[in-house]
């Protein structure tokens, strides 16, 4: 749950302060962290959903043949296939701009925005597959679908991130 927490007149001791970060720094370094993993973390959750999606459209049968054998069906397991291994793409290079030490912020919000929206649209379409079945907790869909909501907002919000790539790409901090 989100809750408000104010903090009045609060002094700390010199010991409490981190003893080699000054300023925003180190939080913004904290920040940058979590978001570089959640654009790899959501990864595993699309996979996830794409490959219950699968299972369960295999297993299915309507119509006396498998769910998965419907033209409609395979055109969704196609578009699941494309996003998962697409933001898995990116979330490999922004690695390895990492482990190189070339990693910009702007990278990891244009990472963590592609990501988290396409993890969503995977989750949200392997729910339809799934039917009825789809709504309920005894497949891991929809706790995903519920769970990349609320990482849409974390560690970042989609706007916050949008911004960060609009000022990359135009100089301009529309933000300030
Ligand atoms: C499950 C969960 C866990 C969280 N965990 C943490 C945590 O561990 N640490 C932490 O610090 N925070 C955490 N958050 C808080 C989260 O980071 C905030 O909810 C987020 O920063 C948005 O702030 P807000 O909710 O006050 O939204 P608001 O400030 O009320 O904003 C509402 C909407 O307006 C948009 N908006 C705001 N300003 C602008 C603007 N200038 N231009 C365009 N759009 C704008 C926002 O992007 C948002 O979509 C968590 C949130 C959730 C849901």
Redesign the pocket.
């Known amino acids: 749950m989100?809750s408000e927490l104010v903090l009045e007149r609060v002094r700390l001791p010199e010991a409490a302060a981190f003893p080699e970060v000054r300023g925003l720094r180190g939080p913004l370094t904290c920040l940058g962290e979590a978001r570089f993993g959640m654009l790899a973390g959501v990864v595993g959750a699309a996979r996830n959903c794409y490959e219950t999606a699968l299972r369960y459209t295999l297993d299915r049968e309507q119509f006396g043949e498998p769910l998965a054998g419907f033209q409609l069906t395979q055109r969704k397991l196609a578009d699941l296939v494309v996003e998962v291994n697409r933001a898995a793409l990116g979330a490999l290079q922004i690695s390895r701009l990492k482990d190189a030490g070339r990693l910009h912020h702007h990278q990891v919000s244009f990472g963590k925005m592609a990501n988290v929206r396409a993890a969503l649209e995977v989750a949200r379409t392997a729910r339809t597959m799934l039917g009825g079945s789809g709504i309920t907790l005894g497949y891991p869909v929809f706790r995903h679908m519920a769970n990349l909501e609320?990482v849409l907002?974390?560690?970042?919000?989609?706007?916050?991130h949008a911004?960060s790539i609009g000022q990359a790409v135009t100089g301009i901090p529309?933000?300030r």
């Open positions: 989100t609320t907002t974390y560690e970042g919000t989609e706007e916050m911004l529309a933000f």
